[in-house]
């Protein structure tokens, strides 16, 4: 199973943007408290829409900070029905805020508003869209067509430019298991876990290489399963792929009764998220003399 990171983001300019961005979070409360405002004194429909939005909108946000494993609170249907509630109140509060500097006589910080704005807009603009452009590469298709090296000057060039980037780290990692080149997959990880070490994925792909790979030691054995079961701590528990990755490791270290507990919380795991296949898989090992390996790493 292939794990996707998104593009090399230059963490500088999204610095930039964040502070830039931190004004409309209180321009987007003063028009979430006008339309409370509005909705109080005229009903309305469509300001008790806004707010009913704007309910829905901050519960959810807080049902997936508590309740979502981290590693899905960022996929992008989970965000798409806030950009409604989200921008009106935005447009709501800063025309509010402008109407209000207008009436005070003031020029100067209503020049200074439009000018943040305007700087958020190009910042947003220049310094986040371009970097789509560097998305991650189909490996699997350059694998098939033997362009792999082609991937690896691609990525080792993104790490010429930014040695600490993450992204540019496992994508190179990956495309050294591709080639076979399992001892350099491994350094490129851990120098991944270094820079961004609460990465579930990350520390789920360096678990297994270290327990699968030809000439791993007792000493990385026992490695992979400290990340695995910081893997399957920062998902809660509920990614079926994590645990099935945390029962290798024990396995590996001869700790069956951790493995065979783990292995049926992963089945539990994989039923619940309607994980037919690997649910049958966990099943067929549970039920085996667990001699095999669980999951080989070209699953991932």
Request: hydrophobic content about 45%.
């Amino acid at each position: 199973m292939e794990y996707g990171y998104g593009p090399p983001w230059n963490y500088e300019y999204i610095s930039a943007v964040y502070i830039l961005s931190l004004p409309a979070t209180m321009v987007i409360i003063i028009g979430a408290v006008r339309a409370a405002r509005v909705a109080i004194f005229r009903v309305d429909k469509i300001w008790l829409l806004i707010l009913g939005l704007l309910f829905v909108t901050i519960w959810s946000i807080a049902y997936m900070s508590l309740r979502i494993p981290s590693y899905v609170q960022s996929k992008a249907f989970y965000g798409l029905f806030v950009v409604m509630p989200v921008a009106l109140t935005f447009a709501f509060g800063f025309g509010g805020l402008d109407k209000w500097l207008k009436n005070k006589g003031m020029l100067l910080v209503r020049t200074i508003l439009y000018g943040w704005f305007g700087t958020l807009a190009l910042a947003i603009f220049f310094f986040v869209c371009p970097a789509q452009k560097d998305r991650a590469l189909d490996l699997h298709t350059l694998a098939r067509e033997g362009k792999l090296d082609e991937a690896v000057v691609h990525y080792s060039k993104l790490l010429d430019k930014n040695p600490n980037s993450h992204y540019a780290h496992v994508e190179l990692a990956k495309l050294y298991i591709h080639q076979g080149r399992y001892d350099d997959a491994v350094e490129h990880y851990k120098k991944a876990r270094q820079i961004s070490p609460d990465w579930p994925q990350t520390l789920n792909t360096l678990s297994m290489l270290l327990v699968y790979r030809p000439n791993a030691t007792a000493l990385e054995k026992e490695q992979a399963v400290k990340y695995a079961e910081r893997c399957c701590q920062l998902t809660g528990y509920l990614r079926a792929e994590a645990l099935v990755t945390l029962t290798d490791a024990y396995m590996a270290n001869d700790r069956v009764s951790f493995g065979v507990r783990t292995a049926e919380k992963a089945l539990e795991a994989a039923i619940a998220m309607g994980q037919e296949d690997l649910a049958e898989m966990i099943q067929s090992w549970l039920e085996s003399d667990k001699t095999t390996r669980l999951y080989i790493m070209k699953q991932h």
